[in-house]
């Protein structure tokens, strides 16, 4: 579903929210194979059993990616991704957690391509005892309104 927005019609303060989803072992796994990230806090139970966390977490990259696929929505053919800042993992993210994301529209500014604005959108991840697991700026890149 296409849905046209233009850089003059995002809203600062815009909030909108995700439904959840659980991270589970095969997502890890998955993970894992893709990005060779097979370090044993992702992937030794037992040895994750001796330290602090006391269980396997999930790769933040894997969070990451989960997250942002959340928000992905309608096509916006006048907008698209061009990047993304300040990304902190606040938490680790177990096996069996469910998260949520927030993507709040936080600031516009001008772009130097002619036509162009840039919409920051804060993206927040959230599990299910609502501690917040992931924080980044999604950068949107959106054309101006002709004329």
């Not at 990259?61 to 698209?80: E, H």
């Amino acid at each position: 579903m296409s849905k046209t927005i233009h850089f003059e019609e995002f809203e600062i303060g815009y909030v909108r929210t995700t439904s959840g989803r659980t991270i589970t072992e095969t997502d890890i796994v998955i993970h894992a194979g893709q990005t060779g990230d097979f370090y044993p806090h992702h992937m030794d139970k037992e040895w994750c059993a001796t330290q602090p966390f006391k269980q396997r977490m999930a790769h933040g990259t894997l969070i990451f990616s989960v997250a942002i696929g959340m928000t992905a929505g309608d096509i916006n053919p006048v907008a698209m991704s061009y990047g993304y800042d300040k990304l902190r993992f606040i938490k680790p993210v177990f096996i069996g957690d469910t998260i949520a994301c927030r993507a709040t529209i936080a600031e516009k500014r001008d772009h130097k391509k002619p036509g162009y604005g840039m919409v920051v959108e804060k993206v927040e991840a959230i599990n299910q005892r609502n501690e917040t697991v992931l924080v980044c700026e999604h950068l949107l890149l959106a054309e101006k309104r002709p004329g």
